[in-house]
Structure formats: C-alpha cells, structure tokens
C-alpha cells in the first residue's frame, strides 16, 4: 500500500490507483468537480496512476492549474468542431490562457466571427456525448502516420523528437491531437463554451511562414459563470484604455510610428504626476537617480548575453563600422555606472534608480494600445549589495511595492519563477539565489506561488501580479536576483578584510512599463482618476456672461495654489457643460453666476456627488490641496 499525503491527511491506497479514484474515494462532489491533480507538485491528469508515496491535491476549476486543464480540453473540442465543419483544416498549436484558450487553424477559408455560431453549435453537441478523453504514449513513427497531411503537428512531432521529449496524443471521439496535457477526463464538463475572437498569427510567429486563423475561446462548469464573464467583459470594454485615452485626449496611437504612442497634453501631465510620485517615494528610499544611453555597443549586449539570448527583439544599427543596439534593458547600463568608480563594501547597498527608455521589437500582430509596445519607460532600479544583504534588500523592495500598489487600491499576489531551461551560471548559484528570494517572502510572512521554470536567463525572480477593480490580473512589479552578470562583467567591491569580492545584484521595477502602467490605471479607474492623478482637477463653469470675469480670477487662484484647473467659458448651456465636464471625468466642478460673485464663493459640484455645497474659495482650495497631498 501507499502513503498518499493529502493536505496533510494521508490516506493508504493501492499501487496504481489513479488520482481519479483518489478524488471519487473522498466524495461524489470533489470527483465530479476535479480537473486535474498536482502529485508532489507537479501538475497532472487526473487519469495517472500514483506509483509511489506522494503528496496529492484534487484540483478544481477554482485552482489555476485546474483551469488550464479545463480550457486546455475546451480549445481540442473546439477543433474538434472545426475538424468537422471544415475537413480539410490543418491544426497549428492550441494552448490554455489566464482566461480561456485559442488555436491557430488554416481551414481552407479564412475563418471569421460569422463562423462563431456554427463551430459553438457543434461544440455543444460534441459536449453533450461526453465523449471520454484517452491519453495515449506514441513513438515518432506511430505519430508520423497519425499526422499525415497535418504539416504543422508533423513539424512540431519532429521537433519534440529531436528534444527526446515522451511523446503523447489526447483523443475524443474522431479527434486526435499531440499534445503533452493535461486533461480532463471526459468532455461533459465543459457546460458552457463561447467563442470570443478570431485573429490572424503567423505561424511559430515567424512572418516569412504561413499565417493562420487564431480562434479564441472560453469555457465555463456552469453556464451562470459565463454570464458572470460576459457581464465582466462588458465592463472592461466599456473601461478599454485605447477608447478612454483617445477621449480623455490622452495618448494618440498613429500610423506613422505602430507601436510608438505619442503623448498628449493632458497625458504628460498623468505621465509627470505618476513619476513624480516614482521620483518621492524612491528618495526617501534611499536610491539615486541615473539615467544611461539609448544605444551602447555590440560588444556591451554579447558581454551581457542579451545578444545571443535577445537579439530578435532588439533594433540594431551600424556606427563607423560598429554595430550598436538601441536598449531593450537597462542594466548593462547601470552595470557600466556601478564601474565609473572603485566601490568598498561601505558604499553597499548601493541602490540605483533608472526611469529608461527602451525598445523591444514585437510583431504587429501583438501590438495592443499602451499594453503592447515597443517603446517604452521602464521605473528600473538596480541594486547592488553583499550577499548578508541580500533578505533586508529584497524585503525593502518588496514593502516599498506594496506600498505603491496599496496606493492605488490594486491587491496583489506573488508568484516565484525558478531556473530556466535557457540560463547562465551553475545550477548552484541559482539555488542559492532562489533560497535568498524564498526567505525574504517567508520572513516577511508573504504568500507566494511557484512558477517552476520561468525565470529570467540570468536569475530568478518574485513577479507581482496586481488585481485591478472588475478582477483581471496584470503583471508589473517585478524583483530578479542576479548572480550572473556581476560574473560576467567582473564586478568588485573591497570588503572589510581588505580583499576583493563579488556584488550581488538586484533587478527591480514598480510600475514596470510606464506606458502599460497608464494603460492599467486607465481601465482600473475607468478614467475617473483620483484626485491627485486627474490632468485636470477642477472645471470652473461660469452660468451666464456676467460671470466669465470672476472665472478667470477663479482658475488664476487655483492655479496659482498648485492646481490644475480649466474655464470653460463657451457660449453654451450649463447643464451642457457640466455633462462635458463629467464625460471628461473632471474630479470637481465650480459653477459661479450672479448669486456666487455677489457673495464671494463658489457652488462645488463634484464627480460623485451632484451637489458638493457653496463654500468660499479658500475654502475650498484647502479642502483640495489636503485631499491631493494625500493621495487620497
């Protein structure tokens, strides 16, 4: 018999008795509810025997790994529609998403959302025969036969050969696909399926190949959830940063530079505000402020091992027979500054903050509003210390993230990413650096999750994944622990016995991309920027003519008090105004006549409440400039 520890219950079970059996054994709810399990922590079908004593957890659609098994079955039933509806398709990759799935097909046609309600209509036929799903090992050679005419999979069949990878196939019904898993047991879970988007990608994003239809979709257990996702759907659309920036007057996205955004007025004044703020916090920190080249020489980016680990997504360019490249990072630069000047042990930590501007190549295809760019200012900061210091730096970053975050309203989690298959330096160093990551969390009592495998080439790191207000997660913060490039570029500081050692180094951003950080806090706020952040705080709308002389000494004195405030004195009705004033999300509204000049006050009307009550100017300039200093 075998030791199964289930959170901390250990049950005896038979050799070979599936974590299917196991979830059933517990209770009738848990097995119809389970999608996958996790055996000493590793995800798996539900349908794989336990060999061994092991740690096991059931895993529902609430769990991450749970959904992407759900939604992993729910995009091979999908092609499976499209198989039937279209013969002649051939498949590309169909892979799970935070929310839903998609796959890459070439059906013969180009597909389009017109083909939405035929391939759901099959898929739900498809779903209601419950066709069990069977996972079978195969050889290269049973493959080849399985996917003959299926150029895409046969490519991807030869390339994961070549690699020694175990090869399987999942089947339903007629339908087979190569793919690792995985699953659920069977396709009658999937209660509720809609198709969301369809869109055009090159295959293995590679634009000199073949382009493909990539279909999007979502599934749900109950069909009260899918109503819950549209609701919330309808939400972000309504909440979309490339509308509000457009009619906020924002930032313009322009033909002549994809991927480039160009600020506006009132945008710069959003961007400022929030850098400003960046700029504050990091003082009393205690970080300096640097700021390094846009474009450094090849030699720099080999001897970093960006060149050989992120040339595709760098633009080069040649200076007196020089290559040069235009910075995707900005830590050689901050490296380079760290060796302007011989460093002793008591110049450590040395904590550096850089708001950079860099470029990354991306495929237009990815491009989307300030999310997806390929120019951008990132808030880095790179931190240079002994290994004693390494929990007490890392603790610092995480509180001062925290901090920020809390600032605006976002909670948040942790998630650890360990060593890469594509890394530098020894198998020890990074352990030593993962162990360094895990303790400041564990000290400080923070929760975490761990991403095995998804570190940066050059360490691993703690991403923070910020929750904003209708519930969609976004990653920004992030903390990389670096042992590599200090080797590399040969990195010294005098300790205190006199002799030469090696920094470590920390890689750190806040906001991340600043861009994508507006983009965030545009849907998150829905345009109705707090106080603090609004490009314009208050709109002084005078009611009649008469009254257009005492607005304009009204928008002087707040001006001349630190605040940013607007006149409107147009020739129009004010209820007209203040609808333009609300649409513009303006946080408050003076609205003077006759009655306000004669007493000397103004009537205050702000944006969540009509009526904001009639106050002297100074009273109100107070009353606003605390809220403001606040940050409220």
């Given at each position: 018999?075998l030791q199964?520890n289930?959170?901390?219950?250990?049950?005896?079970?038979?050799e070979?008795?599936?974590a299917?059996?196991?979830?059933?054994?517990?209770?009738?709810?848990?097995?119809?509810?389970?999608c996958?399990?996790?055996?000493d922590?590793?995800?798996?079908d539900?349908?794989t025997?336990?060999?061994?004593n092991c740690?096991?957890e059931?895993?529902?659609?609430?769990?991450p790994?749970?959904?992407?098994?759900?939604?992993?079955?729910?995009a091979?039933?999908?092609?499976?529609?499209?198989q039937?509806?279209f013969?002649?398709?051939?498949?590309?990759?169909?892979p799970a998403?935070e929310?839903?799935?998609?796959?890459?097909?070439?059906?013969?046609?180009?597909?389009t959302?017109?083909d939405f309600e035929?391939i759901?209509a099959?898929?739900?036929?498809?779903v209601?025969?419950?066709?069990?799903?069977?996972?079978q090992?195969?050889t290269?050679?049973e493959?080849?036969?399985?996917?003959?005419g299926q150029?895409y999979k046969l490519e991807?069949?030869?390339?994961?050969a070549?690699?020694g990878?175990?090869?399987?196939v999942y089947?339903q019904?007629d339908?087979?696909?190569l793919?690792a898993?995985p699953?659920?047991?069977?396709?009658g879970?999937?209660?509720?399926?809609k198709?969301?988007k369809?869109a055009a990608?090159?295959?293995?994003?590679?634009a000199?190949?073949d382009?493909?239809?990539?279909?999007?979709?979502?599934?749900?257990p109950?069909a009260s959830?899918l109503?819950e996702?549209?609701?919330?759907?309808e939400?972000a659309?309504?909440?979309?940063h490339r509308?509000?920036?457009k009619?906020?007057e924002l930032?313009a996205l322009?033909?002549?530079?994809?991927g480039?955004?160009?600020?506006?007025?009132?945008?710069m004044v959003?961007?400022?505000?929030?850098?400003?703020?960046w700029r504050e916090?990091?003082h009393k920190?205690?970080?300096q402020?640097?700021?390094?080249?846009i474009?450094?020489?090849?030699?720099?980016?080999?001897?970093?091992?960006?060149?050989?680990?992120?040339?595709?997504?760098m633009y080069?360019?040649v200076?007196?027979d020089?290559?040069?490249a235009?910075?995707?990072?900005?830590c050689p630069?901050?490296?380079?500054?760290y060796?302007?000047?011989p460093?002793?042990?008591?110049?450590?930590?040395?904590r550096?903050?850089?708001i950079?501007l860099v470029h990354?190549h991306?495929?237009?295809?990815?491009?989307?509003?300030?999310m997806?760019?390929?120019c951008?200012?990132q808030?880095d900061?790179?931190?240079?210390?002994?290994?004693?210091q390494?929990?007490g730096?890392?603790k610092?970053?995480?509180?001062?993230?925290?901090e920020?975050?809390?600032?605006?309203?976002?909670?948040?989690?942790?998630e650890l990413s360990?060593m890469p298959?594509?890394?530098m330096?020894?198998?020890?160093?990074?352990?030593q650096?993962t162990e360094?990551?895990?303790?400041a969390?564990e000290?400080?009592g923070?929760?975490?999750?761990?991403?095995?495998?998804?570190g940066?080439?050059?360490?691993?790191?703690?991403?923070?994944?910020?929750?904003?207000?209708?519930g969609?997660t976004w990653?920004?913060g992030?903390i990389?622990?670096?042992?590599q490039l200090?080797?590399?570029?040969?990195?010294?500081?005098?300790?205190?016995?006199?002799q030469k050692h090696?920094?470590v180094?920390?890689?750190?951003v806040?906001?991340?991309?600043?861009e994508r950080?507006?983009?965030?806090?545009i849907e998150?706020?829905?345009?109705?920027f707090p106080?603090w952040?609004a490009?314009?705080?208050?709109?002084v709308?005078p009611?009649?003519d008469?009254?257009?002389e005492?607005?304009?000494q009204l928008e002087?004195r707040?001006d001349?008090?630190g605040?940013?405030?607007?006149?409107?004195l147009?020739s129009e009705?004010?209820?007209?105004?203040i609808?333009?004033a609300q649409?513009?999300?303006?946080?408050?509204m003076l609205?003077?006549?006759d009655?306000?000049?004669?007493?000397?006050t103004?009537?205050?009307?702000?944006r969540?409440?009509?009526?904001?009550?009639v106050?002297?100017?100074a009273?109100?300039?107070?009353k606003?400039?605390?809220?403001i200093?606040a940050?409220?």
């Amino acid at each position: 018999m075998l030791q199964v520890n289930l959170k901390g219950t250990v049950r005896e079970v038979a050799e070979g008795t599936t974590a299917a059996e196991v979830a059933k054994s517990i209770g009738p709810g848990l097995y119809k509810a389970a999608c996958a399990a996790r055996i000493d922590g590793e995800a798996c079908d539900l349908r794989t025997p336990l060999t061994q004593n092991c740690s096991l957890e059931i895993l529902t659609f609430d769990d991450p790994e749970g959904r992407h098994a759900f939604w992993h079955t729910a995009a091979h039933v999908m092609a499976q529609a499209v198989q039937h509806l279209f013969p002649e398709a051939k498949f590309g990759i169909g892979p799970a998403l935070e929310n839903g799935w998609y796959y890459d097909i070439k059906a013969g046609r180009p597909l389009t959302t017109g083909d939405f309600e035929a391939i759901e209509a099959e898929m739900k036929r498809l779903v209601k025969q419950d066709e069990p799903v069977e996972k079978q090992a195969i050889t290269a050679e049973e493959g080849r036969a399985m996917f003959a005419g299926q150029d895409y999979k046969l490519e991807l069949l030869e390339e994961y050969a070549q690699k020694g990878w175990q090869l399987s196939v999942y089947r339903q019904g007629d339908f087979t696909d190569l793919c690792a898993g995985p699953h659920l047991m069977s396709t009658g879970a999937l209660k509720a399926v809609k198709l969301t988007k369809v869109a055009a990608a090159y295959w293995r994003a590679d634009a000199s190949r073949d382009s493909l239809d990539r279909l999007y979709g979502v599934a749900f257990p109950k069909a009260s959830m899918l109503e819950e996702y549209q609701k919330r759907m309808e939400e972000a659309a309504k909440r979309d940063h490339r509308r509000l920036g457009k009619e906020l007057e924002l930032f313009a996205l322009l033909e002549e530079g994809p991927g480039f955004p160009f600020f506006l007025p009132k945008g710069m004044v959003l961007k400022n505000t929030l850098l400003d703020y960046w700029r504050e916090i990091h003082h009393k920190a205690g970080y300096q402020e640097i700021s390094t080249p846009i474009m450094l020489n090849r030699s720099l980016w080999e001897r970093s091992g960006h060149w050989d680990h992120y040339k595709n997504n760098m633009y080069t360019t040649v200076i007196d027979d020089t290559d040069f490249a235009i910075k995707p990072m900005n830590c050689p630069g901050g490296i380079l500054v760290y060796q302007t000047q011989p460093r002793s042990y008591r110049d450590l930590p040395l904590r550096m903050g850089e708001i950079g501007l860099v470029h990354r190549h991306e495929l237009s295809g990815a491009l989307h509003g300030l999310m997806r760019v390929r120019c951008f200012n990132q808030d880095d900061a790179h931190i240079f210390m002994t290994p004693e210091q390494i929990k007490g730096e890392i603790k610092g970053v995480v509180k001062l993230i925290d901090e920020v975050y809390s600032k605006f309203g976002f909670s948040y989690h942790i998630e650890l990413s360990t060593m890469p298959e594509d890394h530098m330096g020894s198998e020890e160093a990074w352990e030593q650096a993962t162990e360094g990551l895990r303790g400041a969390l564990e000290e400080l009592g923070r929760e975490y999750t761990v991403n095995e495998g998804d570190g940066a080439f050059y360490g691993p790191k703690l991403d923070f994944h910020l929750v904003d207000a209708i519930g969609r997660t976004w990653q920004c913060g992030t903390i990389q622990l670096d042992m590599q490039l200090p080797e590399r570029f040969e990195l010294e500081y005098t300790g205190e016995d006199g002799q030469k050692h090696r920094p470590v180094m920390i890689h750190r951003v806040v906001f991340g991309s600043i861009e994508r950080f507006i983009g965030i806090l545009i849907e998150h706020f829905a345009g109705a920027f707090p106080t603090w952040l609004a490009p314009v705080q208050v709109k002084v709308i005078p009611i009649t003519d008469r009254a257009h002389e005492y607005a304009r000494q009204l928008e002087a004195r707040l001006d001349a008090a630190g605040i940013r405030a607007e006149g409107d004195l147009r020739s129009e009705k004010m209820g007209y105004k203040i609808r333009e004033a609300q649409l513009q999300k303006i946080p408050y509204m003076l609205v003077v006549g006759d009655k306000e000049m004669e007493a000397g006050t103004v009537a205050v009307r702000a944006r969540r409440e009509e009526n904001g009550g009639v106050m002297p100017p100074a009273e109100f300039i107070e009353k606003i400039k605390a809220e403001i200093a606040a940050r409220a």
